[in-house]
């Protein structure tokens, strides 16, 4: 099975595009595929406790690493303290540990 | 280097327009600091980030001089980038992609860009360890 990087720049609330790219990170998975999904710019946005960090939750529950950009968090003044469940803050260094090992790495 | 990689960019973002243009850069010298290869195949607006005419402006609303104003310009970023790769052993193959940079009359860019087209980026595929493809919406 493969290793995923699924980069997810976009705001939910602004795009269905969201959804349906979580969806993704979720069928991979359940492929037993590793999977991360790591939010930067407004794809933060969900990281904030809020009705649609739900889905990034029941992500984390299936076993997919849900993080998000310390730098973009800060940004909009999202503490990295206060995320919603299975949201962990960490910096963009970490996308680029999943290029060097050959990681299948997505942008959306 | 032991541990060098060769990872391939693909932009197309113009420059000024989107927070893409930011984080790929962020990358690319996150890279850059590791010491690794960088290449860069930018194409439609993205071949006007290194374009070497940018200037800073001044602010009048806020009075101020374009000195003051400390502007950024995103050729300075990419010659940043490529400096850093080459402090720490590593380099940065920049291609503008020659019909985008024909269209825009962006001919004028900064010195370590050169001219080339998707055979190059095919290539550049076969060859790197891993390749980032930074669509824009």
Same mark, same amino acid.
């Given at each position: 099975?493969?290793?995923?990087?699924?980069?997810?720049?976009?705001?939910?609330?602004?795009?269905?595009?969201?959804?349906?790219?979580?969806?993704?990170?979720?069928?991979?998975?359940?492929?037993?595929?590793?999977?991360?999904?790591?939010?930067?710019? /407004? +794809?933060?946005? *969900?990281?904030?406790?809020? &009705?649609?960090? $739900? #889905?990034?939750?029941?992500?984390? @529950?299936? !076993?997919?690493?849900?993080?998000?950009?310390?730098?973009?968090?800060?940004?909009?003044?999202?503490?990295? /303290? +206060?995320?919603? *469940?299975?949201?962990?803050? &960490?910096?963009? $260094? #970490?996308?680029?540990?999943?290029? @060097?090992? !050959?990681?299948?790495?997505?942008?959306? | 280097?032991?541990?060098?990689?060769?990872?391939?960019?693909?932009?197309?973002?113009?420059?000024?327009?989107?927070?893409?243009?930011?984080?790929?850069?962020?990358?690319?010298?996150?890279?850059?600091?590791?010491?690794?290869?960088?290449?860069?195949?930018?194409?439609?607006?993205?071949?006007?980030?290194?374009?070497?005419?940018?200037?800073?402006?001044?602010?009048?609303?806020?009075?101020?001089?374009?000195?003051?104003?400390?502007?950024?310009?995103?050729?300075?970023?990419?010659?940043?980038?490529?400096?850093?790769?080459?402090?720490?052993?590593?380099?940065?193959?920049?291609?503008?992609?020659?019909?985008?940079?024909?269209?825009?009359?962006?001919?004028?860019?900064?010195?370590?860009?050169?001219?080339?087209?998707?055979?190059?980026?095919?290539?550049?595929?076969?060859?790197?360890?891993?390749?980032?493809?930074?669509?824009?919406?």
């Amino acid at each position: 099975m493969a290793d995923y990087m699924l980069i997810a720049s976009r705001d939910p609330f602004s795009t269905n595009d969201v959804p349906t790219y979580y969806a993704l990170a979720r069928d991979l998975k359940e492929r037993g595929n590793t999977v991360t999904l790591f939010l930067v710019q /407004n +794809g933060v946005l *969900p990281a904030r406790p809020s &009705a649609a960090s $739900d #889905l990034l939750t029941s992500l984390s @529950e299936l !076993g997919i690493t849900v993080l998000a950009d310390e730098f973009s968090l800060r940004e909009r003044g999202i503490p990295a /303290n +206060g995320l919603a *469940p299975g949201v962990a803050a &960490a910096p963009l $260094d #970490l996308v680029v540990d999943h290029l @060097e090992s !050959g990681a299948k790495t997505l942008w959306n | 280097m032991a541990d060098q990689k060769t990872l391939t960019f693909v932009l197309m973002d113009a420059p000024y327009e989107n927070a893409r243009t930011t984080t790929a850069l962020r990358l690319m010298h996150i890279a850059a600091k590791r010491g690794h290869e960088i290449n860069v195949f930018a194409y439609e607006g993205a071949v006007y980030l290194p374009f070497a005419l940018q200037k800073a402006h001044p602010n009048p609303v806020h009075g101020k001089d374009a000195e003051e104003e400390d502007h950024v310009l995103p050729r300075e970023w990419v010659a940043e980038v490529m400096a850093e790769a080459e402090r720490n052993g590593g380099k940065v193959d920049w291609i503008n992609c020659g019909f985008c940079v024909d269209e825009r009359g962006a001919h004028e860019a900064i010195e370590g860009v050169r001219r080339g087209g998707p055979p190059n980026l095919v290539a550049w595929v076969g060859e790197s360890d891993n390749v980032l493809v930074i669509p824009t919406k």
